[in-house]
């Protein structure tokens, strides 16, 4: 049985689908506190009735957590513990939660991490991509136009790369990874991960996209998107290279910014701009 501290938030983290994955200590936190934050109290609500918890619930949204948070901080200044979940896998991981996290740590109050399942490391661990070194991207940008541009700027990544995506943009961001990275990039797509459904598509975009396209179940779910980075690592550093040109070249003389952007990318001066200017 985990003590429970007075005073003390813990952020628990909660399944993704298979309910089997909540922890006997996240049951004990959740179920020995004085109340639970949660994201949508509706899903949370169904989770703890599956375990017979009842501990009251608290809302903590992305529209509320700046007002709520001072008052959360006071109940844990006055002996109350608290618990903070989301909707599903690790708090604050394209979740709510960080700003309450920030201002329990700022009260000098203890915040304690019980893990558990997440969604982002889940689809790593199967994906047989490299994941000694990797960056989450969370959800891209809604709209195509910058959607495309978040591309852009992540094809010099190196680093594979995990991203979200909903069941109602699947194709249209499969179609501008395809565009911007190309269609042979490593890449693996989880689907329903831990659920019923479960499925893993692979092995490039192409063939990811392919998938979906031809087959309306694997457009349905929550999806998590593991791709490689980028293994050339010249052509990375003269994509960035051109990117950061681009930017800089607005505001200064180009000879300028090619050099800046040189020196940031690591990409060659001369490939980036040749010209007569001085400096």
Do not use: W
Request: aromatic content about 4%; proline content about 5%; some cysteine.
């Amino acid at each position: 049985m985990s003590e429970i501290v007075a005073g003390t938030l813990y952020v628990v983290a909660t399944p993704i689908g298979n309910l089997g994955d909540l922890t006997p200590r996240a049951r004990d936190v959740l179920g020995g506190v004085t109340a639970i934050g949660a994201e949508d109290t509706r899903n949370t609500s169904i989770l703890l009735g599956q375990f017979g918890i009842g501990t009251p619930l608290i809302a903590v949204h992305d529209h509320n957590e700046g007002d709520i948070a001072a008052k959360l901080v006071a109940r844990l200044q006055a002996g109350d513990s608290l618990a903070l979940v989301s909707d599903a896998g690790t708090p604050l991981v394209s979740d709510p939660g960080y700003r309450l996290v920030r201002a329990v740590r700022e009260a000098g109050l203890p915040v304690v991490p019980v893990p558990g399942a997440c969604a982002a490391i889940a689809a790593l661990s199967v994906a047989g991509i490299p994941s000694d070194r990797f960056c989450f991207e969370g959800f891209l940008p809604v709209k195509g136009g910058a959607r495309r541009e978040r591309l852009g700027e992540l094809l010099s990544e190196t680093r594979t790369m995990v991203f979200y995506e909903s069941s109602h943009r699947i194709e249209e961001s499969l179609a501008d990874l395809v565009a911007v990275f190309g269609a042979e990039r490593e890449a693996t797509l989880g689907r329903e991960l831990t659920k019923r459904f479960e499925t893993l598509l692979g092995p490039t975009l192409g063939a990811i996209q392919q998938a979906v396209a031809g087959d309306a179940n694997q457009r349905k779910g929550e999806f998590v998107l593991v791709v490689r980075g980028s293994v050339d690592r010249e052509a990375a550093q003269l994509a960035e290279g051109k990117r950061l040109y681009a930017k800089l070249a607005a505001h200064l003389k180009p000879s300028q910014a090619a050099k800046l952007a040189a020196e940031l990318s690591g990409a060659p001066r001369k490939a980036l701009y040749v010209g007569g200017d001085s400096d």
